[in-house]
């Protein structure tokens, strides 16, 4: 399962997320099928792609500070 990748210009990153593994919220993730990905545009121009079930409340969570270390420092971030 992938999990977020992050761009900014031509360079690229991405990590693999295995079933089970804990996320930026605590809670656990099951293999269930794909999840609907999201893409937010951060305060530098840079996009950070992830996955969840609930779009705009993941959108919160990001600009509180929670959703991942990557938006956390670049916030607000607004969906794509």
Known sequence: MAGHLHLR???ARSWQATAGESNALGERSESKGPEPIHILRCCDGTFYIGHTNGLASREQVHNNGFGARYT???????IV
């Open 9 to 11: 210009g031509d360079r």
């Open 72 to 78: 956390a420092k670049r916030r607000p971030v607004g």
